[in-house]
């Protein structure tokens, strides 16, 4: 069995979106596979694009279509695989581990690699982490800033709008108990 990735609440959204590619736009999934063989672009934003000037199919429901015919080489459909590429740095991997240990600890805590940053939810996103050019690592966090006076602004990452702070990390030893009692204050508001 794999472990999960989606929280029960992201289960249910890829679920209706799933249900209503049907109903909302007269085509079954299989004949937008069918149509998604068609297109001239092979990177995935400009297929994203492709799907909306052409066929007015928004985001959501293109990539549902694009996961379903090339599922297997999606990143999603190998979360370890997304972990395994991210964190190829050993000092920023060292912090991600140390991270995921004191993350995963908490009860219910999912892990929900991306390309781009690995975070950690339970019914909704409390952290995420991503490797930092030049070395370390940034942890956003589902706190008030108040929290902590090592936190700053989020700034302008890709992760949830639900993690307001952010906190460098530079060597596996910042992850400590501080770091763990923030983490559980974020999970706590999950």
């Avoid at 929280?7 to 209503?20: D, H, L, P």
């Avoid at 240990?101 to 996103?125: C, D, E, H, N, S």
């Amino acid at each position: 069995m794999t472990e999960p990735h989606l929280t029960e609440r992201q289960e249910k959204w890829f679920a209706s979106v799933r249900a209503g590619i049907e109903r909302d736009t007269g085509r079954t999934l299989t004949e937008w596979e069918e149509i998604a063989k068609t297109c001239p672009e092979s990177g995935h934003r400009a297929r994203l694009k492709w799907f909306k000037e052409t066929h007015g199919l928004l985001q959501n429901r293109a990539s549902l279509v694009l996961n379903e015919i090339s599922a297997s080489t999606m990143p999603w459909s190998a979360p370890s695989d997304l972990i395994e590429a991210l964190w190829t740095d050993p000092a920023a991997r060292a912090i991600y581990d140390a991270l995921d240990v004191k993350a995963m600890a908490l009860a219910g805590a999912i892990r929900t690699p991306r390309k781009g940053y690995t975070a950690w939810a339970r019914r909704f996103q409390f952290a995420a982490a991503r490797p930092l050019r030049g070395g370390g690592v940034s942890l956003g966090l589902g706190v008030p800033l108040e929290m902590d006076c090592r936190l700053e602004p989020r700034g302008n990452p890709s992760w949830s709008e639900r993690l307001p702070a952010r906190l460098t990390l530079s060597q596996a030893a910042d992850v400590d108990e501080d770091v763990a009692r923030l983490l559980k204050a974020a999970w706590e508001g999950a």
